[in-house]
């Protein structure tokens, strides 16, 4: 009788989940992850070979392709390297949907025109790229026909500093205003074979000057230009006050003084506020903290 029992639970069971997977409720998948942002954000791994590669050009540009096409944020370092082989015809608009960088971005060896990071909006420089003596968040050597790298987005390089060197056609780098972005050191040392185009118009900042990452509109940087108290931690405020301060938990600066007034987040978010890591129960996908 035991024995019938049990068999006539086992059936009623297996018949309820039959029901459930056919009839698509998530019931039982709903307290376990929710999936509802996996849609938006697409989180991949970086690399760090630093000045280094592997195969032969058209394989490192393919597998370059697999690893970034549909991302978001890169968890280390954005290196786009040795691209460069005069019969390949490369298409970097995959790198357009990459928010966030956690570790350096490196960029060397291109012989392409635009590199477009036009989604790009911070690199965390959690890990450096030692060089030169000292260690960066952004390094563009030679590019060797880059003439625009398209980072209109950009907010923030929390650590490391950036250089330019040997980018002999590289152009409107020397129009960022640099201090918006990061309070490392910022080294330009190229010579342009070629005069090149102002900024447009449409680039004129807060303080009357044209800052651009490109010849086009879309490529303008926003500046604000506002003075911070000197005890602004990192430097970024709201209003030009002791009180105005942005909250140590977000990136690129904020509209008010809380972890939940931030442009972007440092870390993570949950729920409306900026959080260092994600509390219990939660999981990191891309800046999100999930619900189990």
Not at 210 to 237: A, F, M, N, P, T
């Amino acid at each position: 009788r035991h024995l019938r029992t049990n068999m006539r639970l086992f059936e009623i069971f297996m018949f309820y989940c039959a029901a459930v997977l056919v009839s698509g409720n998530n019931m039982f998948y709903s307290n376990v992850i929710d999936t509802s942002i996996s849609h938006k954000e697409k989180e991949c791994y970086g690399t760090h070979n630093e000045f280094s590669w592997a195969g032969d050009y058209e394989y490192h540009y393919q597998r370059m392709r697999e690893r970034y096409s549909g991302c978001t944020h890169v968890i280390g370092n954005l290196e786009i390297t040795h691209l460069s082989h005069e019969n390949i015809s490369y298409n970097l608009d995959f790198l357009s949907t990459i928010k966030v960088v956690t570790g350096y971005v490196l960029v060397t060896s291109v012989f392409v025109d635009v590199i477009p990071l036009t989604s790009l909006v911070l690199i965390r420089g959690d890990n450096t790229m030692p060089m030169f003596g000292t260690r960066f968040g952004l390094l563009v050597v030679i590019g060797i026909n880059l003439k625009e790298l398209r980072m209109p987005a950009l907010k923030e390089i929390s650590n490391g500093d950036v250089k330019f060197y040997l980018n002999v056609e590289l152009c409107y780098v020397d129009t960022i205003a640099w201090e918006e972005i990061t309070h490392g050191k910022v080294f330009i040392d190229h010579r342009t074979n070629q005069p090149c185009d102002g900024c447009p118009d449409e680039c004129v900042g807060e303080d009357g000057r044209k800052h651009c990452w490109g010849s086009d509109e879309h490529s303008c940087q926003e500046v604000s230009h506002i003075e911070c108290d000197w005890l602004c931690r990192d430097g970024r405020c709201h209003e030009e006050s002791m009180i105005g301060c942005c909250h140590p938990q977000c990136a690129g600066g904020c509209h008010g003084s809380l972890p939940s007034e931030c442009t972007i987040c440092k870390y993570y978010r949950h729920g409306h506020r900026c959080v260092p890591e994600c509390p219990s129960r939660t999981y990191p996908m891309g800046q999100e903290c999930v619900d189990f």
